[in-house]
């Protein structure tokens, strides 16, 4: 290498260092902001094929900033939300992200919907300086973050991660009943994907090795192959990274085998259509979870006030989900209310990072973010489908 090159590289090198992540600024926007208001956005499915998500966490959102608004708004601001329909596309979430930041000019992107879209449009928030705070994924992406990009700052997440809570949970499982053989059947996808990472992380570390590893299709509706070579490998515990349809397909075909065998869900299970919608066929399900899931007749407190509350903004009993979303804006009003009166885009980034504690009226685990630290929680539960519902089996768990 010639010396004057020797030169230019370390000539390069210290202007490197001079701009290191800790001198690197993160553009935060004040559009949305006026003394009267504050501008938020959110694209949902409202439309495709995961509506059954979309529609209750814009309900959850809305009934949030209705609340909100109606006891006064944050320091003297309402909020007004808008929400556009991605249709669980992501071509559409990055059109209405756009417009969202272009037209609408928002200040923050609140619980968005889903892992894709919401990889499709978050750069263009980031460019943007548009926060994008709680989306309804729990991908890594939207909460690990690079120090040397100070635009990727900008993401915040308070849902528990597939990989963590999986492990949680399937340690708590193996050290309580003493399984000895653990299978896994997974969604060929980026969840899936997810959820077999916390399987084989958490079984090496527990040094056991796996009776069987299968997958499935996503919308496949037969798994009579892969639960069949699960019962023949001699499984005793099956984890599932499933969705609705398929941990009742999985769970039916076993019983149909008449093979009595655990069941344990990645969090995606914990829904109140599984029990509602398979029955017979899901009852002794397991499965990690965040929070306890409220039910009109055993809900106490706030609690059982907002169950009521949502029946009748809108008509339909409120689910998890629902909740999902009102947590998300009640939690972005926190800290916009810690930001104080004088409100702008980097005092709000401030509040976030300060590690002040929110707390839900779910009794969820605190809710907490510092300047290293953009995900709320790896606390994890187990529940287990009892009679038709949930009901809570462990709390507090770690790996």
């Not at 009934?63 to 071509?91: C, F, H, Q, W």
């Not at 299978?183 to 527990?206: P, R």
């Amino acid at each position: 290498m010639s010396k004057s090159f020797k030169a230019l590289g370390l000539a390069v090198g210290a202007l490197a260092l001079t701009q290191s992540p800790a001198f690197a600024q993160t553009k935060v926007t004040n559009e949305g902001i006026s003394p009267t208001e504050i501008v938020v956005g959110s694209h949902q499915d409202l439309s495709g094929p995961i509506k059954g998500w979309g529609v209750p966490v814009a309900n959850g959102l809305k009934m949030a900033a209705d609340e909100i608004n109606a006891a006064g708004g944050i320091n003297g601001r309402k909020i007004k939300l808008i929400v556009e329909d991605s249709g669980y596309d992501p071509k559409r979430a990055v059109l209405a992200s756009q417009k969202l930041i272009e037209k609408d000019k928002i200040f923050a992107m609140v619980g968005p919907m889903g892992s894709p879209t919401v990889l499709a449009a978050q750069d263009i928030l980031f460019d943007a300086g548009v926060l994008q705070l709680f989306p309804l994924t729990a991908a890594e992406f939207t909460f690990k973050f690079d120090p040397a990009k100070p635009q990727e700052r900008l993401k915040f997440n308070n849902i528990l991660p597939y990989v963590e809570s999986t492990r949680a949970a399937l340690k708590h499982m193996i050290e309580w009943k003493k399984f000895a053989k653990p299978c896994i059947m997974h969604q060929d996808d980026e969840y899936g994907k997810s959820v077999l990472d916390g399987f084989n992380q958490q079984t090496a570390a527990m040094k056991l090795t796996p009776a069987s590893i299968t997958s499935y299709k996503r919308g496949a509706s037969d798994f009579s192959a892969q639960v069949a070579k699960m019962k023949s490998d001699g499984c005793d515990l099956v984890v599932l990274g499933t969705v609705i349809r398929e941990t009742i397909g999985a769970m039916g075909e076993a019983k149909k085998l008449g093979w009595d065998v655990t069941f344990l869900g990645a969090t995606p299970t914990n829904v109140l259509e599984v029990p509602a919608l398979g029955k017979e066929a899901v009852e002794g399900l397991y499965a990690a979870a965040a929070f306890e899931i409220p039910y009109p007749d055993t809900a106490k407190g706030k609690a059982k006030d907002w169950l009521d509350n949502y029946k009748k903004a809108f008509g339909a009993d409120a689910n998890t989900q629902a909740i999902i979303g009102y947590n998300a804006m009640m939690t972005f009003a926190h800290y916009v209310n810690k930001a104080g009166k004088d409100l702008t885009g980097q005092k709000v980034l401030d509040a976030m990072e300060s590690g002040d504690v929110f707390q839900d009226i779910f009794n969820s685990p605190p809710t907490k973010f510092s300047k290293t630290n953009h995900l709320a929680s790896t606390v994890t539960q187990v529940q287990q489908v009892k009679g038709g519902r949930w009901v809570l089996v462990k709390e507090g768990l770690m790996f």
